[in-house]
């Protein structure tokens, strides 16, 4: 008998299923009735700065044994790959290698496919891309010229967050607790022209919709429920009267309007320095603004920070009471929440009311509790009660909250100062960034037509090269002048080239899509056949994308089924997250130093069984910690596999048993294997099972029936070591298992073990009857309560306690 060799068996393999395609999948054609079911099994597509690490072996592991599961179960499965190229996590390598970001990012790919190949992954590799591409690259300035049509692409100044050591804009989603997302330094503030695509404008059905994804975790559905952040209220208008302008005013809390005694616009807020221009408050304002824009966002909603902030000079007018009430401008009003200003009610707001003690304005009490507190309301802070009716409203005195929140914005509605509204903590999606590495943005600014977008025939504006790509904090393509300067698409005249790149996520929202048809040089991709893959059946993919990329991704979807682009209005039907891999107690990481080379492991183990542990290790949606004798345990298990299966196929006119207990045991173990990935998604105890079935079958393996439990083992393990599988699958004289039907169990071979249960009411016998050992403590408590004998026992009395010894008794307890 050969000895178990990986390295030669694994290559051998890779080879016949590159020449046979085996994993190439056909669109199906035009006009076809009836093409195969589908299956989309998709893997968030890797940053090529690097090498593959231990969680991508086990997101993309995950994501062949359900590319195999599904493809034995007759379904035609798309499983695509490639490589999200642009943007700072690539560029960032190539500064650190000191190379240019293609030269790099060129290698990464060609690496990490390499590794991906000696993993034995079951990759369609006709439809791989990368986003760096022209080919790729062309549509998303394709799609991006269709929002920008439809007023979805827009640019306006604004305040932005700032990466000082990134030296580009940040979207907020990529702020985190004040610091970089990606690299960590402290954010600041600063105000810039920038391009904006309008996901506001979709906040609502990023939030409805949701309700329409198949499973989701609860935890992402959340997460994504609490960025959107919908809120009723209303909008209520303040007015300025010396200025002659409106401010309006987003609030939940419109029965407190009475209790509103002074005004705050955020210090980015544009209206501020039009409300000191030439007063003697103009300078100290100015200079307050400048101070506060570095600040966090995190700092600034630090409710232990002490409160800051300067008046204006100005009074805004409340429309409830008519009173001026004071202006200020305070860094903890933030621009991106609601309208950026806010109406001060320092008596039922704790952050209002932190500022009002520091600043000595006025307060007052407008809610008070239904019940009791008859006395006259004192003037301090009362936090908001569940029952509460408004005092100090005029005519709206004495009415239930939610009813004189109503009457109030009625009541001003009728002036024109109010109006019901809904608000969203959602912003729009700040999407240019002053960084080399990135698609550019089709337009062209013209002095005499403004922004006038790069006609589709003259796509893709390539990206130039320029002497120098590192950030320095100004757009690099604006050094290349011979690029930068084009005559306008509209009028000849010569006009501008955008030298701002767009940001690597938007590369990411629609990827998916191009993989349905990714030759296609006449359109990103043909219509019919995203209809026929999409929405993608199972996604897979850390939880840290669980705002950005699924929002951003959404909401492109959206935008492109509202344009008749496609016909589905969600991308993922089912999304997973994975665990991540810890090594000596910690995620595995560069920087700690603990990190275990997938390509060491092959090298010393093989791929098959770096598979098989990154998945044995335990629940694949936890985090797990690598162990060198967890590896070492799956190489012996091969090699056990190896030999038994060796010594079954020697033997001549093996038998054909049907029955006998390693029978039973086989159909047994297919019916685990397939309830636990089919149904119950759990992939670390099929290979338990497998295990057990093996050792069973070692322990004679003349016995009758030990051919069928070689061939089951081999078969189920197969989508986990397909490598292996295969070469046993032939040795015991067969072809091609990966495409052969997954095993279904024989019914009527399980095995049924059963028990003789007895059943005590008040701890006395009062009936036995047979149970199966597989069902459940309920399913036995419903057998006892089932029992004749012991509902005349029971008589009527209720159950208060039910006591289950599984595999014995049940006691009722009346
Ligand atoms: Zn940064
Ligand atoms: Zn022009």
Known sequence: METYDPQAIEVKWQRVWADERA???SNPEPGEAQPREKAYVLEMLPYPSGDLHMGHVLNYTLGDVITHYRRRNGYSVLRPMGYDSFGLPAENAAIRQGGHPRETTEQSIANIRRQMQRLGWAIDWERELSTHQFEYYRWTQWLFLRLLEAGLAYRKKAAVKWCPNDQTVLANEQVVDG????????VEGKKLEQWFFKTTAYADRLL???EDVGYWPDRVIAIQRNWIG???????????????????????????????TFFVFAPEHELVPKLVQGTEHEEEVLDYVRRTAAASTFERMDPEKEKTGVFTGRYATNPATGEPIPIWVSDYVLLE?????ISG???????????????????????????????????????????????????????????GARAIVEWLEGRQAARFAVGFRLRDWGFSRQRYWGCPIPVVYCGACGIVPVPDDELPVLLPEVEDYTPRGKPPLATNEEWLRVPCPRCGVEGRREAETMDTFVDSSWYFLRYCDPHNDGAPFERRLVDYWLPVDQYIGGAEHATMHLLYARF????LNDLGLLGFREPFMRLFNQGSINFRGARMSKSRGNVVPPDEMIARHGADALRLYILFMGPVDQDKEWQDTGIEGMVRFLNRLWRFVHEVAAREGADEAEEGPLVRKAHETIARVSDDIGRRFVFNTPISAVMELVNELGRDVSAPGARFAAETAVSLIQPYAPHVAEELWSTLGHERLLERPWPVA??????????????????????????????????????ALASPRVEAQLDGREVRQTIVVPGRLVNLVV
Not at 234 to 251: G, H, S, Y
Not at 337 to 341: L, N, S
Not at 363 to 368: A, E, F, Q, Y
Not at 758 to 768: E, F, H, W, Y
Request: charged share 30%.
């Open 556 to 559: 492109f979807v959206k935008v």
């Open 230 to 260: 919908r809120s009723e209220g209303a909008e209520i208008i303040f007015r300025i009267e010396e200025l002659d302008i409106d401010v309006p005013v987003f609030t939940t809390r419109p029965d407190t309007l009475f209790g509103a």
């Open 746 to 783: 024989d019914e009527s071979k399980l095995a049924r073990e059963t028990f003789e249960l007895v059943i005590q009411v008040n701890g006395k016998v009062r009936d036995r009857v047979e149970a199966s050992m597989d069902e459940s403590e309920e399913q036995l408590v419903e057998r």
């Open 179 to 186: 610091r970089c997302e990606r690299c960590g330094a402290e």
């Open 208 to 210: 409805d919709e949701i």
């Open 23 to 25: 994993f190439s999948v």
């Open 345 to 403: 009610v320092p008596a039922h707001d704790e952050r209002d009311f932190a500022f009002a003690q520091r600043f000595g304005l006025p307060l007052r009490t407008v809610v008070v509790p239904a019940e009791g507190a008859e006395s006259e309301p004192e003037e301090v802070f009362s936090a908001h009660t569940g029952d509460e009716r408004l005092v100090n409203s005029g005519q709206f005195s004495g009415m239930a909250a939610p009813e």
């Open 337 to 341: 929440y609601g309208t950026g200003a």
